[in-house]
């Protein structure tokens, strides 16, 4: 995840047991994602959306129930082989995986022989596997399922040690290798960790999933790790080294993870593909950020300037040519004018700051007011792009450079550091645009604005990030398109999409 920003967020327990009850072969026909296909094969993964009745994303934590039962998955059963699933389809595999905050995904897998069930989310933004282990008694972890791998006749101990920290948190193990299936796909001699401390982000009812499951490239797998996708490519497992995710939009309707291939179905139009410039994330080039017609490019307006003082009837005239230089030029002058006379001002104590300087050169402060849990993201260098994005399916929302998300904020009527925003105004907004690989992509507010209707209170998925060299482009973003990974090409394929919704 970013070091990933996984970011996470309380699962309604209204969709809990009814969805591990169809994860574990419901009759329930409304799930199966039937694809047709002329050759080859592909796992299709259905996913299982909920309905989220607190869509403040910046309070859900806080405000998130305190008793919540553990799902328990029961031992033994392969959730791939049940009689519900047989006969639909040579190759096909059916893994539930449920969205219960509107803001993250996550599915069965299985591990070990007999198989050990768990529940993980299928992240584009890290590369490694792991699940709690049996040894792990931090109290996340003794609230999830967790591996017992002397249950397993195909466990295979690898011994590593095992570190990995995300935006939301750290997780601790050691490595180990089994059996793992996915939709209908068995990964013989997987490596992966098992954990045996979890901090406390991981904790129910913050976190319903037990584990992750990363998608990303080789190359961000801590402790040399080989993903699952790049064994199923390596094994031939799949016929193309391709996956695709459609994330469902709609109260308890369900999407879809391709793995082996995509689904031309699922969305309008043509696939636009981008080059994957480091093949490390799934990171594109990014060009700019619009509001409404397009005509200025807020990613450049905050670069040159104050965005706090920018005037909102400047920032919103029809074009960035149009704006009033003159203005721009007199603020910059002002500016410059009450810089000297501070330095005039403070003439008198050079020698005095300069031997300030050189003693924080060699004796730098450390940092007391840094949080708990940062988010340890890798700088930038000079193989990248000036500004670049990840596609996350393990990020909830969009985060970006702060003066970029504080002039979007200030545009939508949202407070720049809570999210908080009315809903009066949802009426009155405009789609915003990104360009992404030279192609510009729609975010209409139903995408940017979390809505809790029951409460009527509306906040922003737009969050500032201090720390990351590049945006990250999570959920809010990828449900609006269909979106397929191409690990071999290095490449990524975004279209409008186009789910039916499906109830249960």
């Not at 309604?12 to 994602?33: F, K, L, M, Q, R």
């Not at 490519?233 to 291939?261: K, T, W």
Request: charged share 25%.
């Amino acid at each position: 995840m970013l070091v990933v920003p996984l970011i996470l967020v309380l699962l309604a327990h209204a969709c809990h047991a009814s969805s591990i009850e169809d994860a574990s072969g419901s009759t329930n026909s409304a799930g199966v994602a039937k694809v047709k296909r002329s050759a080859g094969r592909f796992v299709t993964i259905p996913l299982q959306r909920s309905f989220n009745r607190n869509n403040n994303i910046l309070v859900a934590r806080r405000n998130a129930r305190q008793k919540m039962t553990l799902m328990q998955l029961p031992p033994g059963v392969d959730f791939d082989d049940t009689e519900d699933n047989r006969g639909l389809e040579p190759d096909f595999g059916r893994v539930r995986l449920t969205d219960a905050t509107d803001t993250y995904y996550y599915g069965v897998i299985s591990v070990g022989t007999p198989s050990q069930n768990f529940t993980v989310t299928f992240d584009t933004g890290s590369a490694n596997m792991w699940i709690p282990g049996i040894r792990c008694t931090s109290k996340a972890c003794l609230q999830h399922n967790r591996y017992d791998h002397d249950m397993s006749a195909t466990y295979q101990q690898l011994g590593g040690q095992f570190a990995i920290q995300y935006g939301t948190g750290e997780v601790r193990g050691f490595t180990s290798q089994d059996t793992v299936r996915v939709g209908g796909i068995t990964i013989k001699d997987q490596p992966f960790a098992e954990t045996t401390s979890e901090d406390e982000v991981f904790e129910l009812p913050d976190t319903e999933f037990d584990g992750l499951f990363g998608l990303a490239f080789k190359t961000l797998s801590s402790g040399g790790l080989v993903p699952p996708m790049a064994r199923m490519i390596e094994e031939a497992l799949v016929d193309e080294p391709v996956f695709a995710f459609a994330l469902s939009q709609g109260h308890r309707s369900f999407g879809e993870l391709l793995l082996g291939g995509y689904n031309e179905l699922h969305y309008k139009g043509d696939l636009r593909w981008m080059r994957v410039t480091r093949a490390k994330y799934w990171q594109v080039s990014m060009e700019g950020v619009w509001y409404g017609d397009g005509k200025f490019n807020l990613l450049s307006l905050s670069k040159d300037r104050d965005v706090a003082s920018m005037p909102l009837d400047l920032i919103l005239s029809s074009s960035v040519e149009a704006l009033p230089k003159n203005q721009w030029e007199k603020a910059r002058a002002d500016e410059a004018k009450e810089a000297a006379r501070k330095k005039a001002r403070k003439k008198i104590k050079e020698e005095d700051e300069e031997s300030e300087l050189d003693r924080k050169r060699l004796h730098p402060p450390t940092d007391r007011d840094s949080p708990k849990i940062k988010k340890l993201l890798p700088t930038a260098d000079s193989t990248s792009p000036e500004t670049s994005a990840i596609l996350d399916t393990g990020t909830s929302f969009l985060l970006g450079d702060p003066n970029t998300i504080q002039l979007i904020s200030r545009i939508i009527g949202a407070d720049f550091r809570t999210g908080d925003m009315s809903c009066s105004r949802l009426q009155g907004l405009k789609s915003i645009w990104i360009s992404l690989g030279g192609y510009k992509f729609e975010i209409s507010p139903e995408h940017y604005v979390y809505r809790d209707s029951e409460k009527r209170t509306c906040s922003s998925a737009w969050v500032p990030s201090y720390d990351s060299p590049f945006w990250v482009l999570g959920d809010s973003f990828l449900r609006a398109y269909y979106a397929v990974f191409d690990m071999k090409d290095k490449k990524v394929g975004l279209a409008p999409i186009n789910m039916p919704l499906r109830h249960f």
